[in-house]
T-cell receptor
């Protein structure tokens, strides 16, 4: 099946530890995104990447880092500098076509204890 | 901040048409209206988008007013599986879109 995979679905970490969330897509999309969602709120953009080896900060990039070494992969690291890391993290991708619609993965729910 | 205003919640009976309104009074000429929905604890799903003409696809219809300051998403025959949060977003078409999600409308379909 074509799509976006995020693993794991649930992730628990101790405070002060860095954690990396994976995002893989086999849709051959150029652009990829990371969003954060807090309970009862809409999604907020953390980082996005238009092409390999290039990425830009979104609205809430502090305490996060990303890499884009391969077209199909866009991992997100939640560092210990992120003050409130517990949240639902969503990865998305989009093609440079006439619609530019974003396709979302199932999400990873991160809980920092 | 989101550039759209939506009611926080709506109810609709199963089998009836669900009409979800959205105000976007500050929309620019090159901004499209996008609709996504998010079923509980899942990733958002694209529904439809349009610029100024009405649009229809297999999921829904989008009606945009002539002045483009508001729009309505129509689910013609709502089912229980349409229960979700619906987001109305305005965005330009570009290589990497920075979508700004508001809090959306929580639509509940009742049996």
């Amino acid at each position: 099946d074509g799509g976006i995979t995020q693993s794991p679905k649930y992730l628990f970490r101790k405070e002060g530890q860095n954690v990396t969330l994976s995002c893989e897509q086999n849709l051959n999309h150029d652009a990829m995104y990371w969003y954060r969602q807090d309970p009862g709120q809409g999604l907020r953009l953390i980082y996005y990447s238009q092409i390999v080896n290039d990425f830009q900060k979104g609205d809430i990039a502090e305490g996060y880092s990303v890499s884009r070494e391969k077209k199909e992969s866009f991992p997100l690291t939640v560092t210990s500098a992120q003050k409130n890391p517990t949240a639902f993290y969503l990865c998305a991708s989009s093609a440079w076509d006439s619609r530019y619609t974003q396709y979302f993965g199932p999400g990873t729910r991160l809980t920092v204890l | 901040d989101a550039k759209t205003t939506q009611p926080p919640s709506m109810d609709c009976a199963e089998g009836r048409a669900a009409n979800l309104p959205c105000n976007h009074s500050t929309i620019s000429g090159n901004e499209y209206v996008y609709w996504y929905r998010q079923i509980h604890s899942q990733g958002p799903q694209y529904i439809i988008h349009g610029l100024k003409n009405n649009e229809t696809n297999e999921m829904a219809s989008l009606i945009i007013t002539e002045d483009r300051k508001s729009s309505t998403l129509i689910l013609p025959h709502a089912t229980l599986r349409d229960t979700a949060v619906y987001y109305c977003i305005v965005s330009i078409i570009q290589g990497a879109q920075k979508l700004v999600f508001g809090q959306g409308t929580r639509l509940t379909i009742n049996p």
